[in-house]
């Protein structure tokens, strides 16, 4: 290990010391990076006042300890060269080619995570945006090699709430993390530097108890290895008997957990007997358990049944020598070999050449899931159905690096309403990456997204068709309510303005300020609104406004009815007559009449839906026609649904179409809405049937239209 103020790692020694494991490592590979990675950090410092260089040397060391292979290496060298020096992705991609650039990346990607989780207090969380974002195992190898150095020279940073905050985060997430990826020796050391910082009188009084303990009953290591290697040599297993006091934090853990006292404590040391081979390993259980007495319930066979991260071993206790427990692991070497390293070591068996696991990008996280959700401590994270949620999210962030969470299919629009509606609203593209991509392009893990916006622009209703959010998905409809509303104004504007002008008024919107108190309306806005969404008829409003003045002409065939001159003929006199509101008969149109007690006679289109009810009665029916002049006397309302795009302008188009084919809408309202379409009713005061035809050929002449069709019943 190194420390401050002594010699760095020489060039010559890392590659020997990948050499030692892998004769075959690309030396110089190995060697460019070492010197790329020194150049570029120049003259830069730690703080402990070593140069910088020094840091990413010694986590390349940690990487050889691990036996990783020689692109993990260079990782290691080079991964602080794109965060915090004048390197860019592109050089390094172009210096060590793809793999590299794309391993480097990783880690500088994790690294910007650390900012996020100064924010984010949910470990949890945490620990599977790390899985997430580390498409490469060797990414996250990298970065708890980086940990653990920073770790190790956490002292020499001044302040003490960033040094507590590092060792919290360490103590959170990295340990557990190395943990559940076996490699048991760096979760402990992890572990061990985080507790000094976090609890330094707790592992103190442990430190001085383990003292004592040895003064008062000396070495017991030695006098325990002492005693097994000669008793299992004598029954011809030739063994390694190594035996540990375990780090400060692993016995204070065990004390809380178990609340007993450190004189109860049984596992202090742990011992390990490493042979040649299977066989072997049973021969020396078979020795211990004959010459000393078995701790009942301690004795696990993970070599006949392996742990799912392939960890063998046998686990025993003993009353041993000194009449004490002694915990004891057998194992052969290849065992202890994955025991030490985990992941490391199962990532090198595996795929020694690809350097990835086989399938998809989240193949290697299923079996490294798999290994690790079944450890010994199953407290910990990533349950079955916890990872199921986990896989349906991504995590993307900001070009300033804070990091929004988002489910799995969202998109830039998605992105860009998570980080603020306005920023939604006005959203015309987005560079993903750094590069332009369609606004429907779905995003994925580790995606820096950077929205472009134009004041210019409006949510388009099309959007709903690729959002992923709820609050996207409310925010694109809002907006387009909104604009409906301003839409449904103006309308009501048109259609008050010619109202007023029909009465021999003039329209202005200081004139209307009467009729909105008069309905109870907030604003002005409001009564136009609800005049042009036909919730309120002009009529009413123009009434209000100028009351008590007699109108001879109502605009509407269902408000009443001209006393100058019938148009329709064969109706009974003395008997009233309605334009029947449901079909809207015109002139023109074939009719009927139904004569309805206390009613009079309403007058139906023949084909109106609502006959049905009086097919049993035909001594109610009544056959009519229409008079000749009925078209020109006349104005009579036709009533049609229209199927309108759901596009912002489309209801403005949809007016001009009717007022263009010499129609007047009368009224107007929606029935249904979906994220495709807009229903609407609108009423047309129309001269005949023939003419209300013609408009309706229009309106479908219209891209926005997709149906028109007369209400008949
Ligand atoms: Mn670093």
Redesign the pocket.
């Known amino acids: 290990m190194l420390q401050a103020g002594l010699a760095m790692m020489r060039q010559y020694e890392l590659v020997e010391r990948v050499k030692s494991y892998d004769p075959d490592a690309d030396e110089a590979l190995l060697n460019r990076a070492y010197v790329f990675s020194m150049k570029a950090h120049g003259t830069q410092t730690r703080a402990s006042g070593d140069p910088y260089f020094s840091?990413?040397l010694e986590?390349a060391g940690i990487l050889t300890d691990l036996k990783l292979d020689t692109a993990s290496i260079v990782t290691g060298l080079l991964?602080?060269t794109i965060e915090d020096t004048a390197t860019s992705y592109e050089d390094i991609e172009r210096s060590f080619g793809p793999e590299i650039a794309q391993l480097v990346d990783g880690?500088t990607k994790l690294?910007k995570l650390e900012l996020v989780s100064e924010r984010t207090k949910d470990a949890e969380n945490f620990r599977k945006l790390l899985l997430a974002m580390s498409n490469d195992i060797r990414v996250l190898l990298v970065k708890l090699a980086?940990r653990l150095?920073?770790m190790r020279t956490l002292s020499f940073i001044p302040r003490p709430e960033k040094r507590r905050r590092i060792a919290e985060e360490t103590m959170e997430i990295y340990a557990p993390l190395a943990g559940r990826m076996g490699m048991q020796d760096v979760r402990e050391e992890l572990e061990d530097l985080a507790f000094s910082e976090l609890n330094p009188d707790a592992r103190e009084s442990i430190i001085k108890r383990l003292e004592f303990l040895r003064a008062e009953s000396g070495d017991r290591v030695t006098k325990v290895t002492d005693t097994i290697k000669p008793t299992l040599a004598n029954e011809g297993v030739e063994a390694w008997v190594t035996g540990r006091l375990k780090r400060p934090f692993s016995i204070w853990k065990k004390m809380e957990e178990k609340s007993i006292s450190f004189e109860q404590l049984s596992d202090i040391f742990a011992f390990r007997i490493v042979v040649e081979d299977v066989l072997d390993c049973y021969r020396a259980l078979g020795v211990l358990h004959t010459q000393w007495s078995t701790v009942p319930g301690r004795f696990k066979d993970y070599i006949s049944t392996p742990k799912p991260n392939n960890y063998r071993s046998i686990h025993t206790t003993i009353i041993g020598p000194e009449k004490s427990r002694v915990e004891i692991q057998i194992r052969t070497k290849e065992m202890d070999e994955v025991a030490e390293r985990g992941v490391a070591a199962h990532w090198a068996y595996k795929d020694k050449t690809r350097g990835t696991l086989p399938g998809s990008p989240y193949a290697w996280l299923r079996s490294l899931v798999d290994m690790i959700e079944q450890g010994d401590a199953p407290e910990e994270f990533l349950e079955h159905t916890k990872l199921e949620l986990f896989q349906d999210q991504v995590f993307c962030f900001t070009p300033k690096g804070a990091l929004i969470t988002l489910p799995r299919g969202a998109t830039p629009i998605d992105f860009a309403y998570a980080v603020h509606t306005e920023l939604g609203n006005t959203c015309v593209g987005a560079k993903v990456n750094g590069r332009h991509a369609p606004l429907r392009t779905v995003l994925r893990n580790g995606d820096e997204v950077q929205i472009l916006t134009s004041k210019a622009q409006v949510p388009s209703a099309a959007w709903e068709g690729f959002v992923a959010t709820g609050k996207a998905r409310a925010a694109i409809r809002r907006f387009i309510r909104n604009a409906q509303r301003g839409e449904h104004i103006r309308l009501g504007r048109s259609i008050l303005e010619k109202a007023m002008a029909d009465d021999g008024e003039t329209y202005a919107d200081k004139a209307i300020e009467g009729a909105v108190r008069r309905f109870k309306m907030g604003k002005g806005e409001d009564l136009l609104a609800a005049v042009g969404n036909g919730t309120l008829k002009a009529i009413d409003v123009v009434d209000a406004i100028f009351p008590g003045k007699k109108r001879d002409r109502r605009p509407s065939g269902d408000r009443g009815q001209p006393q100058s001159r019938i148009p329709i003929k064969g109706l009974i006199p003395g008997l009233a007559y309605h334009i029947a509101a449901c079909c809207h008969p015109l002139p023109g149109d074939r009719i009927v009449g139904i004569m309805e007690p206390g009613k009079g006679v309403t007058v139906h289109t023949i084909d109106c839906d609502s006959l049905e009810a009086h097919q049993q009665e035909p001594e109610l029916w009544l056959d009519l026609g229409w008079e000749a002049h009925a078209s020109e006397a006349q104005i009579s309302v036709g009533r049609i649904v229209v199927d309108l795009k759901n596009e912002p302008g489309a209801l403005a188009q949809l007016t001009l179409a009717i007022a263009k084919a010499n129609g007047n809408i009368s009224n107007l309202r929606i029935t249904e809405r979906n994220p495709a379409f807009f229903q609407f009713i609108v009423d047309i005061e129309v001269n005949d049937a023939k003419h209300l035809t013609n408009l309706m050929s229009a309106l479908r002449a219209s891209p926005l239209v997709a149906s028109v069709d007369r209400v008949k019943g």
Do not use: E, R, S, T
Request: hydrophobic share 20%; proline share 10%.
């Open positions: 840091h990413p986590v991964h602080d880690v690294g980086d150095h920073n």
